[in-house]
Every structure is written in structure tokens, then in C-alpha cells.
């Protein structure tokens, strides 16, 4: 089973679907729980590997709150620190990315970043292939092998091994970028990484 | 006529020899002018086009010290705020990216930040092509469209225009997400933006 806290969001909602369609099982968490949306706690305790959609403010609090739970399950953090001024995307790191944030306030969770490159509104369009790669960073090796491995699933490219947890804080900002190459030409951007041989 | 300003390292030499091969004449400045190497000051007086090819440590200095010479220049900032601990590599960025300290410090250049993604090593083989595109940030649209005819001349890919010069904060630090990938890879990756349509 596949865990999406914070789930009821246009990035949530369209990661489920298209993971349903590749044939995986998934529950969405919500803060308020109704029809087809759990607790999140509720949708972290069925889960082997739980997203995290969770607004940047929200990161710390949800990941302390998910503490005991989250304890040895994969999670797989995709928030990014983006703020918007005059219309316009901007991201406001703090020190540590909020990946790190979650793998402090859960230290027994498995932490992998990933899918910051990967627009919500593209994939709440699951009948559109992502025709982009799903860039990942994480300390534990067989974690971001089993994310990888999903991620691959998803997307027309590959996943990407970015290195460890830490390199989650120049991943992250990467989202405010695309927010502004999407400004510019109207779409829903991605991004491959060229020159990898495999 | 296009400068190099610290250019006599792999980026700046890479960089040179392509330029030259698609026809442009192209000058190099070294803090210590010798054989092909003019100063930094007169590489940038003779030149329409500067690159500021500077360790992220001696931007500052370099675009003070320049800052009368690089007054109504196109300036293209490639630095980032590279760091490296235990032969691992990681940024350090301040509240102001480099090339917004070049635009501050030379208020009157037209600051342009690029070419983040796009290997020094791989720039220093000319014979094998950039498989990438070149990601581009800059307040100035005029200055922007003239170094994205030029960016688009030496890559495969496209240049994509990533919005106003403050983006180069989310820029530059994606140069530690790549570092890491050639790493992990053993290679020199680039980036190309999917989702653009024309």
C-alpha cells in the first residue's frame, strides 16, 4: 500500500491516480477525514512507503505528529519551500531542506526527496505521459532504490540518484524555477538529465 | 566580440574554443595577462558580451573593480556558490545570488545568469556536443535574448528563459544538484527542460 499524506491537493490527487493505473494499491490522508479520505495517520499506519504533500509551513508540525508511525517506513518528501510575491514563484530555504526537516522530526522514518521537478498540474492530468525524469536524494540506499523504482513506473524517463539527503536543498529551490518557466511559456515543465550513459 | 573574464580555467577555455568554432572572435582575461591572455579589464573593454568566469569567492571583487568597464556590457554570470567538504559537493548560497551581487556591484551592466548547468568538463572536449539545454535568468530582455542566440548556437538543446535575475538563486545552486549526479554517474550531466512546446 502506498500512503499519500496530505493527499487531497492537486498533486496528491493526481499521484494517486496514476498509481492506481500502474497497479499499486494507495490511501490518501487528509486533516479532515471524509469519503474516500483517511486520517493521515490512519493512511500512514497501512502504508509501506507514505508521500508527504504537505504545504512547507505544515512540514515540521505534520512530520513531528507522524512520529511514531512514520518510524521505519519509506517516506518519500516532496514538498519544496516555494513562496509567491506579486504573482510571482520565489522559494525561501531556511538551513536544512524540508526533507531534512521531516528526517529530524521522524528520525526513524526513511527519508527520500524526490519529484520537486514534477508538476502537480501535470500529473493531475493522468492521461498525459510525463515525458521527464524524477530527480531523488536520500541516505538510505535501499529506500531510494524501492522510490526509484516507482518512480521509473511513472514517468517516461528514469530516476535520477542525486546523492544524499542533504543535496534535497538545492532540489527543492529547483521547484521555483520551473514555476517560472511555466509563467513564461504557458506549460507544465519537467526536466531530463542528459548524459547519462545507462 | 565576445570576453572571458577569468577565463583561463576548463569553463573559460572550453568555453572559448566553441565559441570560436561557430565563427565568434572571442578574448580571454587572466589576473595574470601573459601569451593569449589579456587582462580581465581590457578582455571586458574590447568585448560586447562578457562571461564573468570567477570563483564564487571573487565575484564580488572582480564586478567592483570592473564595474566602470562593464557599464552598458552584457555581463552572462555562470558562477555558483559551490562548496566542497569531504570531496562532496554543496552550495553555500547568501541572500543574494552571484549574479545579483554582480548587478549590484556594477549597476550598470546588464546582468545576465546562465550556463549553471552545463558542465566545465564537458565544455572543455569541443568535438563532443552538448546534449543540454542552457538555462537562462536576467532583468534585462534585450541582454537575454541576445545571450540565448548565442547559448542556443553551442548546445543541442535550446536556451529557456527562466524569468527575472533573482531566479539565478534557484539557478545557481542546481550546479550541486549536477556535481552530485556526476558523482554518482561518472559523468558530466546537464539538464534539458521537457514540456516546452515550440
Not at 520537486?116 to 492521461?127: K, Q
Amino acid at each position: 500500500m502506498i500512503g499519500i499524506v496530505g493527499g487531497s491537493g492537486d498533486f496528491g490527487q493526481g499521484l494517486a491516480e496514476r498509481l492506481r493505473r500502474i497497479g499499486e494499491e494507495v490511501c490518501i490522508g487528509s486533516r479532515t477525514p471524509r469519503d474516500d479520505f483517511l486520517s493521515n495517520e490512519e493512511a500512514s499506519r497501512r502504508s509501506e512507503v507514505v508521500f508527504l504533500s504537505v504545504p512547507p509551513g505544515g512540514v515540521a508540525e505534520m512530520s513531528r505528529g507522524l512520529r511514531d508511525v512514520l518510524a521505519g517506513r519509506i517516506v518519500v518528501s516532496v514538498a519544496a519551500p516555494i513562496v509567491f510575491r506579486d504573482g510571482q514563484a520565489g522559494a525561501e530555504p531556511g538551513e536544512l531542506s524540508l526533507a531534512e526537516i521531516t528526517a529530524v522530526a521522524a528520525p526513524e522514518a526513511r527519508v527520500v526527496a524526490g519529484f520537486h521537478t514534477v508538476s502537480a498540474r501535470a500529473l493531475a492530468d493522468p492521461d498525459v505521459p510525463l515525458d521527464e525524469d524524477v530527480l531523488l536524494a536520500g541516505d538510505d540506499a535501499e529506500a531510494k532504490e524501492i522510490v526509484a523504482g516507482l518512480a521509473a513506473r511513472l514517468v517516461e524517463g528514469r530516476a535520477v540518484d542525486c546523492g544524499r539527503l542533504e543535496v534535497a536543498r538545492w532540489l527543492e529551490t529547483l521547484t521555483a524555477v520551473l514555476l517560472n518557466v511555466n509563467r513564461r511559456y504557458k506549460t507544465n515543465a519537467g526536466v531530463r538529465v542528459t548524459g547519462l550513459s545507462e
